[in-house]
Each structure stands twice: as C-alpha cells, then as structure tokens.
C-alpha cells in the first residue's frame, strides 16, 4: 500500500514556476534527506526521556510530510509530537513501535519519485 | 534561506512609499513551506523575503521593513509569538499585518496569536494558491488602515495649526467626544479625548459656566445653533486659553436633537492681539496713561451714569507750565522722563482717599460697581485731564486741584537735575457747565486760559458762581478745621429743669463757632459741613473733652453737679470711632460717666435695628446716659422703643410749638409721655417758649423741660451766673406754689 499521496505532489507540481528550479525536487530532496536524522532525534529523545527534543523533531517532519503526501507518516508524527508535548513518554515509547520501517517505506517510495523527476 | 532579489529590497526597504513591490516577509522553519509558498507570492506582484526561525525573522524585519509577515507559530531558537511581541513593540511594526500560520489541531496556538497582535492566521497545510489571496486583502485592509491614521493625523495637524477642535455632545447621554486639539485647549492629557458633556463645563472659567451650559442645554432642547467665547482654565493657575465655541444641532429622523456638535478656536492670541491693538489705540506711549480717546470713552460713560443716578462730576484739564522750556533745554528724553513723573503724582494724588469725601467703597465692592471712576488721561504734548467721577460737591473738585497744583509743584530730578514746573488747571463741572463731552472739555480748556491769566500754578472754576462759592466753602472748611485745632469754638449750655421741684438737673451743650473775621457761626451753617467732610469726628471729640472738663470744673468749683448732654451725629457712628471717643473722654477726664449724656436721633437706628441695639448697648456698658432726640419724627412705630436700651426721650420741638393750640398736637405729646413713663423712660420736652405750653406738660406729667421760656443757651460763665440769681424754681411761671 503506497504510502504517498498523489495529488499532494500534483500541488507541488502545480506550484512549479516556468524557469524556476524544479521545485518538487527540491521539496522532495530536502524531506529525504533531512527526514532521518529527524527519525534518529525521536528515537534517541524517547530513549533518553528528552521529550522537547522529541516534540520539535516530530513538529518539523509533521508539516514536510504532509506537504509531501505522506499522510498517515505526518499523522504519527502529530501524535508523538502531542504525546511529547504533553510529557507522555509511555505513549511516545508505543508510538515510536515501528516508526523505523514506516520512515523507510516513505523514503523508498519518494526515491521513486525523485528518480522519475531527474 | 535568504530573500531573493536582496539587492532590490535594500535600496527600497525603508520607504514602504516609494517601492513598486510591497515585501512580503516570510518565516518557517519549514523549507518546504518557504519554497512552495515563493512561487504563488513573488506571481501575486509581491517581493519575498524568508526567515527560519523568530530571531532570523526581527533581524530580517529590521532590514527590510516588510509591508506584511507570514509567520509559523512554532519554531526553534525564537517561536512566532516571540517575534510578534518583539515587532509589535518597534514604532514600525506596530501596525504591519501579521498572518499567522498555525496547526489546524492547536487552539490554544491561535488564541496565543491573537493576544500578541497576529493579524490574521492560516491553518496547516496551507493551501499556497490561496495564501496570496489573503495577503492581498490584508494589505488592502492595512493600507485603509494607514490611509485614516494619515488623515486622522492630517486631520489633527489641521486642527493644531489652525487651533481648532471639534467635539461631540451626545444629548441622552451626556458624553462628550473632542478630538486632539480639545484636549489640549482644555488641559486634558492628548489621549483623553471624550468624557462626561460635564468634565468639559468644569473647565469653563467659574464666571461663564452656568451660561455656557444654559446656552447649550437650551440649544440642544431648542434644536438651534449658538456660539459664545469664554476662557477655559487649564491645568496651571493663571494659565488660560480664550475659545470661541460654535455649535450645531444634531437632528435624528423625526427632528430631535440627539446631538450637539460643534467646534473650539483658540482664539487667545486674537484675544491679546485685539487687547496690544486696544492698548496703542487707547493709551499714551509715554506715560502708559488713557490717551483722548480712552478719556472720552471713560467721558461718555460717566455722563450717562450721571444722567441715570443725577450725579455730579468734573473735569480738570491742566497743563505744565514751562514744560516747553524743559524739552528744550534738556532734550526730548527728560521731557518724557519728567512727563512720566507728572504722571505718576497725578495717579498717586487720585488715589489719596481722603482727597474725596465720597463714602469708601463696601469691602469687595470696586469703583465699577458705583458706575464711576477717576481718571487721569494725558490728551497732548503736556496737557492731562483729570475726570473726577460722582463728587458730591464743586470744593471736592477745588481739594483735588489744590491738592494736584501742589503736587506737581514739587521739584523733579531729571538726569541729575533738579527742575521745577507748575500747573494751571480749569473746571468744569457736570451739569452745571456743560451736560455733552465736547463744551465739558471746551469750558474746562476755557477755564484753565482764564486761570493762566490770574497767574499761573492755581485753579479756576468754568463757572464764576460755583468758583466763588466751592473757594467759599472749601475755606470754610480749612477754616473749621484751624477753629477746631485752635479752639474758636465754644460750647453754649442750656438748662434743663426737674417739673417738679423745678430744680436744674443738667444742661444741654450746643456747639457755637465764633470766626475771627465774622460773627458766631451758627451750626446749622457748619455742621452739615463737617458731616459731609468728615471734620465731624474731631469737632464731636472736641465737644464731648470740653463738656467733660466743664462737668469737673463745675463741681471742683462748688457750682453743682450738672449732667451734660451732647449731641451726637450719625455720621461720628458710622464713620467715626464713637464709642472709643466717648470712652478716652470719661476714662481721660475721670468724670462719673453717669453725669454724661448723649443725645442720638431716631434715623441712627432707623436701617438696621438690630446694629442700634448693639451700639447703645456698646454706649451704656460706658456707664453714660442716652436719649432720643427729636423724638417722633422719625420712626413711626414706637414698638422699637422698648427694645432699646435708652434713659430719656426728648419730645421734639416740632410738637411742643402747637401744644397749646393743637389738639393734635397736644395728643401727642400725652402719649409719647405716657409711653415713654410706661417703659420708665424719663421724659422731657424741649422748645418750651410760654407759660400755656408749661401748664399743660406739667398737667402730662412731664418729667424735665427745657426752652426759652426758662433760659436761653448761656456760656458758662453766665450759666453760673444765672444758677446764682435764680431764686425760685420755675418762677416765671408764677403757677407753681
């Protein structure tokens, strides 16, 4: 099941300037890139009980991800960042069960999709 | 993260005015939110500058002075709210829009926005080809915004150049609204621009306040417009502000008034501006004196006041003599400074209140009030006019000449120089010599020619009769005031006898003058003189020491012991000190005060009953006697008799003359005797003249007469010559046994 929404790439798309840098790429790149040190910083704060840092991690990759499509992945994100906000480090400790994996399908499947726009 | 036409934006950031683009500031700590949000904003028209995080986002503020921020709530290093409440505080963010954006799930987030000044916000995800939509409108919105604050300011610019304000007054509510230069008129502090209709009224000088709020209460019910000037008192003593209010009736649909509206000008500059131009219009330069206009305005209305209270008043017209030699030889400087000195003692001669024998004027009652005032006008080169309002007689006029001639006469030092001037001066005298300003003017101007040619340094009446007798009088008047200092007067006494025993109880005491150069000078020629003067209060003194040292040197001499009655002028109560004179004489002379009596007519306490009582009472606490002179002529109720603390009334003349051939008459005397034994009053009748007259008061049962009858009034000398012939009491009348 993919976990990408189309239709929010086709925004991105839609928000391309003749002329400009390929902006989906970018947008793209950028999530790709920067996601897993994201993913790492939730883990290593739930492992260590830093919640803040968990909080402003999951915030970050809360917003990208929607704009990237990766809907249900953004709204884990919103539920650790909610559960960290409210100190909650039980559920952060349920939350994260798995996050790994999910971060990696998002990410193998917007690889496809940066592979295509090159 | 850095805007990207920076070159562009710096040159253009800080005058919003000039720059074709408006700057759009954005700021995220979201890349993708910045770049997807660039495309639709910089097509939209607008100038993109971006920030990652709030302390990025103030520097950025500072440098490019956006016309709009786009700002995420929750971000590293500094939040949105931070930064919001930073910018707020600079003077140039106060009023830049701020589109908050925030997550769709954080209530509390938006709330937080709204309290720090976010303009607007946006929920997450942001739809970007809508945001720029939203921008637009919020920059229409503020550019509304910034166009009525300009006009409000030009508007209050307005208003302070012209020093005009407008207000508000809502009728049903009794609040006021005033714009910015109201308040300052008013003294309230710029920014309390509306309030109670009252809180403006409280500031209106105490005089106008009632007015100016009937004017307006009856404005608004009459739904008509007014307009009145008054002073608004500030926050300060003596700090004032002159305003001419204008106001107009508000009407609702049906025609009533909910409304008044109007304006304030400050008009205290016009207000000093009229008052300089009145000033150079009506005052002399040199001397700061009232010029020829001022004094014939001050002219006119005295003559109306005249004409209205039948008043008398004068105008001296005077000029210095030789003055021309003093311009001449020391220059046109001294001339002014002696011109100034001239002034000054013509001032000071005026304001001498014993130079007038008008009554001084109540404690808190001023010249105004009497409708009249003097004034000393300088109306050319060395000529002044002094115009003497409401005088009571022509040697009034003749004192204050007198008084100026001498006055003026003084030497004067002038740059080191000692120099000395006269005057000549010329009356006239309203209504006698002229009833208009110009033959007032024209006859004193006349007189003071015909004073140059008798002489100069004197004075001289318009009219030869008034001039002859205003000098009589007025040296009638020095003259009585020498025979007082110098003892040309005498006091005459008349017995007074016991009906019974016909024994002599007392005397009455009649002053008699008698002038070096003419004969005795009755009273009725001088006392009403020395009232009008003043110069009653030395002589009454003179006649209470003297009847005291004739008491105790009628009893060291072994004549008797005789009371003395002394007549008493109203005058010596109200003006004089009366009660302290008659108490050094008994304290001085050592005499029992008892053998003292004072005579006090009805029209004493004819005003103020109450004031009556407490005098005599202040009298009889001396120990001395007090009778009711020319008693039932004046009051015609008797019910005051028996509240007053009075020994003795003396039936009045008047009655006694027609005893014995009026009915009336003889009525009565019967009853003021029967009254005044009632209320054990002595009773004692004066003017007896013949035997009928006698008979019938003893068939009354007077107590004591007086008259020719017995004795004419006698010095003492002859007095006690005439005690030592007497052999039988009341013999003259041969009816006694």
Redesign the interface.
């Known amino acids: 099941m993919s976990q990408i929404d189309q239709s929010a790439l086709d ?2 798309r ?4 003749p002329g ?1 840098p390929d ?1 989906l790429g ?2 793209v790149g ?2 790709v890139t920067q996601t897993p040190d994201g993913i790492k910083a939730i883990l290593d704060g739930v492992a260590s009980g830093d919640l803040e840092s968990v909080r ?1 991690s999951a ?2 990759i ?3 991800a ?3 499509g990766a809907i249900k992945f953004s709204s884990t994100m ?1 539920d650790i960042e ?1 559960a960290a906000r409210e100190e909650n480090l039980a559920l952060c400790q349920q939350l994260i069960e798995g996050l790994d994996n999910q971060a990696a399908a998002v990410i193998a499947e917007l690889n496809v999709v940066l592979d295509q726009a090159a | 993260m850095t805007s990207k036409p920076a070159n562009n934006v710096k040159q253009t950031a800080m005058d919003p005015l000039v720059r074709a683009k408006p700057v759009v500031l954005h700021v995220d700590d979201d890349v993708a939110s910045l770049l997807m949000a660039e495309g639709p904003l910089v097509d939209a028209g607008f100038t993109v500058v971006q920030a990652s995080d709030g302390l990025q986002a103030i520097e950025q503020f500072n440098e490019h002075a956006p016309d709009l921020i786009i700002m995420d709530a929750v971000m590293p290093n500094m939040d949105g709210f931070a930064a919001i409440a930073e910018i707020r505080k600079s003077p140039v963010g106060v009023h830049v829009p701020i589109l908050m954006t925030t997550g769709l799930d954080d209530l509390d987030s938006i709330t937080k926005a709204y309290d720090e000044g976010a303009t607007d916000f946006l929920t997450k995800p942001i739809n970007f080809f809508i945001m720029p939509y939203r921008v637009q409108y919020m920059l229409r919105s503020k550019n509304t915004a910034d166009e009525l604050r300009a006009s409000q300011a030009q508007l209050d610019n307005a208003q302070r150049i012209a020093r005009l304000g407008h207000w508000e007054w809502d009728i049903a509510t009794q609040h006021a609204n005033w714009s910015r230069e109201v308040a300052r008129m008013f003294g309230f502090d710029k920014t309390n621009l509306g309030g109670p209709w009252e809180s403006l009224l409280a500031k209106v000088e105490s005089d106008k306040r009632q007015d100016v709020r009937e004017n307006a209460q009856l404005a608004a019910e009459g739904a008509q417009p007014f307009s009145l000037e008054f002073d608004v008192i500030g926050q300060r003593e003596n700090d004032f502000c002159s305003v001419r209010l204008e106001a107009e009736p508000k009407l609702d649909k049906d025609g009533v008034c909910t409304h008044m509206v109007g304006t304030f000008q400050d008009i205290t500059q016009s207000a000093t501006a009229q008052k300089e131009i009145h000033d150079l219009a009506y005052y002399d330069l040199v001397t700061g004196l009232p010029n020829r206009a001022q004094l014939r305005e001050s002219l006119i209305h005295q003559l109306k006041m005249a004409e209205r209270t039948n008043g008398k008043f004068a105008l001296l017209f005077l000029d210095l003599d030789h003055f021309k030699q003093v311009n001449d030889t020391l220059g046109h400087d001294a001339g002014d400074d002696l011109l100034q000195q001239v002034s000054n003692r013509l001032s000071s001669v005026l304001r001498d209140s014993d130079v007038l024998s008008r009554p001084k004027p109540e404690e808190g009652e001023d010249d105004e009030a009497h409708g009249s005032r003097d004034t000393v006008a300088r109306i050319g080169g060395d000529e002044f006019v002094v115009l003497l309002g409401d005088i009571n007689r022509d040697e009034d006029a003749a004192r204050v000449a007198e008084r100026i001639a001498k006055s003026v006469g003084e030497p004067y030092t002038i740059s080191d120089i000692e120099v000395a001037v006269t005057t000549t001066i010329g009356i006239s005298v309203y209504p006698a010599d002229g009833r208009d300003a110009e033959t007032l003017m024209k006859h004193a101007d006349v007189a003071m020619y015909h004073a140059k040619e008798n002489g100069r340094n004197g004075y001289q009446f318009y009219s030869r009769s008034i001039h002859d007798q205003a000098l009589t009088r007025f040296s009638m008047e020095r003259e009585l005031k020498l025979a007082i200092e110098e003892n040309q007067l005498k006091l005459l006494y008349q017995p007074k006898l016991d009906m019974r025993s016909g024994e002599v109880v007392g005397v009455e005491a009649l002053v008699r003058w008698k002038h070096p150069d003419r004969d005795w000078i009755s009273p009725s020629d001088f006392i009403p003189m020395a009232e009008e003067t003043g110069l009653i209060m030395p002589l009454g003194k003179w006649v209470l020491d003297e009847s005291a040292s004739q008491i105790k040197q009628w009893i060291n001499s072994g004549v008797g012991t005789y009371s003395v009655a002394v007549n008493c002028s109203p005058v010596q109560f109200t003006r004089g000190n009366m009660i302290s004179d008659i108490a050094n004489t008994v304290r001085d002379s050592g005499i029992d005060p008892s053998l003292l009596e004072v005579e006090l007519t009805e029209n004493l306490f004819l005003h103020n009953i109450e004031n009556g009582i407490q005098l005599l009472s202040n009298i009889k606490e001396l120990g001395v006697q007090i009778a009711v002179d020319d008693f039932g002529t004046g009051f015609s109720s008797l019910s005051y008799l028996k509240k007053l603390p009075v020994d003795k009334i003396k039936i009045d003349q008047s009655f006694v003359e027609h005893l014995h051939t009026d009915s009336g008459d003889a009525a009565i005397v019967s009853a003021i005797i029967t009254l005044g034994q009632n209320l054990g009053l002595s009773v004692i009748a004066e003017g007896v003249e013949n035997s009928a007259q006698l008979d019938i008061l003893r068939q009354y049962e007077c107590d004591e007469v007086q008259g020719y009858y017995f004795c004419r009034p006698l010095s003492a000398e002859e007095f006690e010559q005439w005690l030592a012939e007497r052999s039988t009491p009341l013999s003259k009348t041969g009816t006694d046994n």
Do not use: D, E, P
Request: glycine share 0%.
């Open positions: 925004n991105i839609a928000l391309q300037r400009s902006l970018r947008i950028i999530f402003t915030h970050s809360k917003s990208s929607a704009y990237v919103a909610r």
